[in-house]
């Protein structure tokens, strides 16, 4: 929730200062990090639950689920700058403060726990 209030003020901001397709890339970056973000929430559960029979398995997972994710921002960003011609720098502050608000929300987290 936290990614998406970031990326919708992100997309706001840009929207009050400019044109309107420099918010949509704004939101088509936040929507590339809030899938990563769930990838990597999913991939980490298949690993956890495959640690118990198997951890060198599950190293696989986490391994193969970085690459996984790192293809596919490469191609929505291909997708993005490429085929739609969204405006860059919206798009990647939509992309890098959604994914700055997922790291410190996760260090947030980690604190609460220990």
């Given at each position: 929730m936290i990614q998406i209030a970031i990326g919708?003020?992100?997309?706001?901001?840009f929207r009050?200062?400019?044109q309107e397709w420099q918010s949509?890339?704004?939101?088509?970056?936040m929507l590339t990090s809030i899938v990563i973000t769930l990838m990597l929430g999913?991939?980490?559960?298949?690993?956890?639950?495959k640690a118990q029979d198997d951890?060198?398995?599950?190293?696989?997972?986490?391994?193969?689920?970085?690459?996984?994710?790192?293809?596919?921002?490469?191609s929505f960003f291909i997708v993005?700058?490429?085929?739609?011609?969204?405006?860059?720098m919206?798009?990647?502050l939509g992309f890098a403060l959604t994914q700055f608000?997922?790291?410190?929300?996760?260090?947030?987290?980690n604190k609460r726990i220990h």
């Open positions: 919708l003020i992100v997309a706001a901001g009050l200062a400019s949509v890339s704004a939101i088509f970056g999913f991939g980490v559960n298949r690993a956890k639950n951890p060198k398995a599950s190293m696989g997972i986490l391994y193969l689920g970085a690459v996984q994710r790192f293809l596919l921002v490469l993005g700058l490429a085929i739609l011609k969204l405006d860059p919206a798009m990647t608000a997922y790291v410190f929300n996760i260090r947030k987290f």
